[in-house]
């Protein structure tokens, strides 16, 4: 299993909203959003606040499991 980092609310959101993933927010509600792909990606809810730090596994399963990138594709993004 390869070393994830931990970041920040906000960094995961903008690696989640940049290509090839391109999630866009289509709901929304305090820190809670309701994400979409137009490229074919699982919705996801993501409901981080932007300062908090986000472990390292959670990161992992966000983009390893929940989005369904190999660990390879998802560490490229980071």
């Known amino acids: 299993m390869a070393n994830f980092p931990s970041m920040k609310g906000a960094q995961l959101l903008r690696i989640l909203r940049r290509e090839p993933l391109s999630y ?8 809670h959003r309701k994400m979409e792909s137009p490229n074919g990606y699982p919705p996801l809810r993501f409901s981080f606040h932007d300062n908090h730090d986000i472990a390292p596994g959670l990161v992992r399963e966000i983009l390893v499991k929940a989005v369904g990138l190999t660990e390879i594709e998802a560490l490229a993004l980071i």
């Not at 289509?26 to 820190?31: A, I, K």
């Open 24 to 31: 866009a927010i289509v709901q929304s509600s305090g820190s």
